[in-house]
């Protein structure tokens, strides 16, 4: 089936320090998935952060950005300058072009942003 | 306003029993999906419906039962209790099954 792994299970950066998360899939169908960044700050729910549904393209929020690597099959997380309010659990998921709406999910990163 | 309602927040259930969660949703969406999130394991896919006719079951246990009575109502019924079905249960919607999903806030069941 389909797998997404995120290696960092938990990261710690100092303010204006650059960040990367890191995710790699793996995916069963024959087309390309759609990939997702959701992200859960303390005491919110989960929320989209940003998606890219197209091989080569990158998405960005926040200030952060990510890219759709197909050959690499990863789609890694980053930020040039992360703030404190960025601490929060980062989930990279990915969904198939099957017409179920499913979502598979990494096991997640938390990041914590030192002051 | 919390666009998503999941009841109730926090459920203690003995072994054996049966319980139901609750989950509306308030964004006129088609889409609605249940989730699972084990301790120290990553968010699974449970269901997802739209337009109340299911999509795709996931689970491997019959003990799951979703229940759509009205279009933004995406219950959970689970049967026999066990103290592996400790977890935090997320309900989701979207638009339709390729858009955006929002998470509702969960509630946690402990299974004793």
């Known amino acids: 089936g389909d797998s997404v792994t995120q290696t960092e299970g938990q990261v710690t950066v100092s303010e204006s320090k650059s960040l990367i998360i890191n995710c790699t899939y793996s995916a069963t169908s024959i087309g390309y998935p759609n990939l997702f960044w959701y992200v859960r700050y303390p005491g919110e729910g989960l929320q989209l952060l940003l998606k890219v549904i197209t091989a080569g393209q990158k998405g960005s929020s926040r200030g952060f950005e990510a890219t759709y690597n197909k050959e690499a099959t990863s789609f890694h997380l980053q930020k040039a300058s992360v703030q404190e309010s960025d601490s929060a659990v980062y989930y990279c998921a990915l969904s198939e072009s099957t017409n179920t709406g499913k979502l598979t999910f990494g096991d997640g990163t938390v990041l914590t942003v030192k002051p | 306003d919390p666009k998503i309602i999941q009841k109730p927040k926090y459920l203690v259930a003995v072994t054996g029993s049966e319980k139901i969660l609750i989950c509306e949703q308030y964004?006129?969406?088609?889409?609605m999906y249940w989730y699972r999130q084990s301790a120290k394991k990553p968010l699974e896919f449970m269901f997802s419906y739209s337009y109340q006719k299911l999509m795709d079951n996931q689970t491997a246990s019959s003990r799951f039962q979703p229940q759509s009575s009205k279009k933004n109502h995406l219950d959970l019924q689970i049967t026999a209790l066990k103290p592996d079905d400790s977890a935090t249960y997320f309900c989701?919607?979207?638009?339709?099954?390729?858009?955006?999903?929002?998470f509702g806030p969960g509630t946690r069941l402990t299974v004793l």
């Open positions: 964004l006129g969406h088609n889409a």
């Open positions: 989701a919607s979207s638009q339709d099954w390729d858009r955006e999903q929002y």
